[in-house]
């Protein structure tokens, strides 16, 4: 019996010096990394595995230049796809030579000289979803090399993870992040399988919550493999219930945005507006070197951002349904709330509202706004104009899949 304790001890000191262990292991996320939802652009979405050194440099060049950086966004994420097909004879990933001919650490350098953060992707399984090495077995080696790298957000997929328990697999990751030591955002993409809103918290700062989105209003997309990817209205209803899971640095993900992409103006409104009034993290994923003004306009619009990023960093919730038109509200700091009437119907609706026949009563967070006692002034968040106030009937004309969002201010 001895002799097995004494083979055990010797074997796990070999594995853990094999991946490197040799600093006291820690456990835990970094805190603080994301005490607002994270902001910047994700390669997924628009070029799938078609991503290079160019790319990227155009990306963070436009970032700056557009004024999506002042906005906020400041990550570039590379999504799968960066490595090579195999590890190299030490075991370590190989950022792929082809794409990226100057080396991964230098485009990294590039980015962090541009005021940007860089992030990386890969998975918890033995592949990545498309077919790259995943990080199984290796998850202090691969810390060891983002830390190396610079990087400053991991996203940590799902695919190829057979037999492995999700909690495990993401505290595992975590703990090697912080025991390698470089501060990184630790973004589980767990598609909500397992419930990661319910044990997410102390190992990740935000976690996906659904499948894959797809550039429409509200559809289900059917791939040919038997999975869905989901229109963001449908993403929106999915999770209703676990908004009281999200705060500030554990934040519910509603995957990256589809704005700039296949919808139109109108839509795109509508699913940035929705995005900010969940606090969803706000990863753009379009093109940015075929950014129309319009698109450019939605994602840097200043108040909505900041109804986004308001420091409560509580995720709204629906409040009614009024002929089809949609009414969620988001507690705000200050006593403020954001109203956003969104019209889901096929058809242009005219509403009207009688702020004082309603109160917003917020039952996981307690928050409460009764109209009938307090007066709230109304700004239009969209027109960035102050509109009157709640003792008048709030009345709109709202088109098909547009939204008006109220900024409520006591
Ligand atoms: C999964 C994720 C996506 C993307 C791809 C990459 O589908 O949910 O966001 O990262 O993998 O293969």
Redesign the pocket.
Known sequence: MKKITLLLAVCFSIISFGQGNMHTQQAGKFEGLAMTPPMGWNS?NTFATNIDEKLVKETAHIMVSSGLATAGYNYIVL??GWMTHNRDANGDLVPDPVKFPNGMKSLIDYVHSKGLKFGL?NCAGTK???GYPGTRGYEYQDARFYAKLGIDFL?Y?W?NTEGITAKEAYTTMSNALKTAGKPIVFSL?E?GDNQPWEWGKPVGNLW?IS??IYPCFDCEFKHPENWSSWGFMKIVDMRKDIRKYSGPDHWNDF??MEVGNEMNDTEDKSHFAMWCMMASPLFTGNDYRKMSKETLAILTNKEMLAVNQDKLGVQGFKYAVVDGVEVWVKPLSEGAWAVSFLNRTDSLKKITFDWKKNVFKDADFGYEAVFNTTVFKIKDLWKNKETGNTKKVFTAAIDSHDVVTLKLIP
Do not use: V
Request: aromatic content about 18%.
């Open positions: 997924w999504d799968d992707y990545t979803c498309a996203k997929d695919c993409c598609w996906r499948g894959d995957d990256m």
